[in-house]
């Protein structure tokens, strides 16, 4: 199996995988985004978690992520969603202090370019998808007993526009959001 990758800073992405591989799992969940708001403002780097899915992995797997979601916007100026999937580890050890970090602490891995849109008068609802083809990597970490960590696998989306005002938001649409991953690993 060969897995061809590009690497775009500070990620590097799947691109092509060849080769035979074995089906190990099919994942989805169906979330309800009822309360769901993505805060708008001038910076692209306050996103808020739109939904997870936990997902077992073995090193090696190879992960193919399909997310997507809606959004509504009721205000009088273009929003731009940028939308991005992001993997951390579900089950990491204590620190030190004998405390897990704290979801927000730990690493997190963007798995796939971000994509974005403008929704805007014409466009009141804008549904939006991404998807990745991932590689769990060879050195992902263990419990004592061997048992791979499980991986949690986010849709993370923003809104940014020059004409936000602070507490502008727009709204995440119940039922629109989904996350699928296929799970399948080198053929023996």
Partial sequence: MT?????????????????????????SNDVTTANLEIPVDTATDTWRTVATIVVPVDPGDILTVDARARVTSELDYPVGIGAHLWIYDCDPEPGPDGLVPKVSE???????????????DDIHHLPFQVGALW???????????GTPHRIVVALRADGHSTAAVSGDKVAGDPGYTLIRVRREAVAP
């Fill in 3 to 27: 897995a061809t990758t590009i690497d775009v800073a500070p990620a590097t992405y799947v691109v092509r995988v060849t080769g035979d591989l074995v089906l190990k799992g099919l994942y």
């Fill in 106 to 120: 730990r690493p997190w891995t963007k798995i796939a370019p971000s994509w974005g849109m403008n929704v805007t």
């Fill in 135 to 145: 590689q769990v990597p060879a050195d992902w970490p263990c419990r004592v007993d």
